[in-house]
């Protein structure tokens, strides 16, 4: 008896052992991984070897999370742009994974400011990149913008007024709008009247 109870007490204190150091273990790996997220997206390795550069308004924060909970998405969003002529390619839309990600390449001229307006959409992120031409971009908190057309799941989309802060979006550097961030696409750049070229990716988000 005495000896079964003496099992029984090692049995509880290994037990509680490898539960603490499990803790401890995934508490380190956590903070471990909360400062290494900067430096891993200003790494780029998660281009794959796609030459452009990613703006400054990116959420690094969501983008972060989103990437490592749904690579292969973005894996294959980033290998579309990577892997393809985009200023030969035709306006249109392009599936890469079905309705998880795909592409639709525009070419329109800008527009002015007072004819557009700022969206977000909440099943997709919204990743950005003007082929040619230049575009400036709104972008603002959906947190701090004033809904103007409440969200519509059919289209996937709000609309809003709001502030925001003005991006200069030309060839060499893309964009990626979360559903945290309303953005206010197609405004013209430059009165040249040269029409914009634009690719614009969705990529569903993890678990939606």
């Known amino acids: ?18 539960l603490l150091s499990a803790g401890t273990l995934a508490s380190a790996q956590g903070t471990k991984k909360g400062e290494s ?5 200003a790494g ?25 909970k749904n690579q292969a998405a973005w894996d294959k969003a980033f290998a579309f742009m990577r892997d393809h002529d985009l200023a030969t390619m035709a306006p ?3 599936p890469i ?25 909440r099943n997709y992120s919204d990743l950005q990149y003007v082929i040619s ?33 003005y ?13 945290e961030e309303a953005h206010r696409p197609g405004i013209k750049g430059d009165n040249s009247g040269t029409p914009i070229k634009k690719l614009v990716i969705k990529v569903r988000m993890a678990g939606r």
């Open 44 to 68: 780029k390795s998660w281009l794959k070897g796609l030459k452009l550069t990613p703006h400054k308004s990116i959420n690094q924060r969501v983008f972060t999370e989103q990437y490592h």
């Open 133 to 165: 031409g230049k575009e400036m971009i709104g972008v603002c908190p959906v947190s701090k913008a004033k809904v103007t057309r409440p969200y519509n799941p059919a289209g996937d989309g709000a609309n809003y007024t709001a502030k925001g802060k």
């Open 92 to 94: 249109g839309k392009y």
């Open 1 to 18: 008896m005495l000896r079964f109870m003496q099992q029984n007490v090692f049995r509880l204190f290994l037990a509680l052992v490898l």
């Open 167 to 179: 991006y200069l979006a030309e060839p060499g550097t893309f964009f990626i709008f979360s559903p």
């Open 37 to 41: 997220d900067a430096a891993w997206f």
């Open 97 to 121: 994974d079905g309705e998880q990600v795909f592409a639709t390449i525009t070419e329109a001229p800008g527009k002015d400011k007072d004819k557009t307006q700022f969206e977000s959409h």
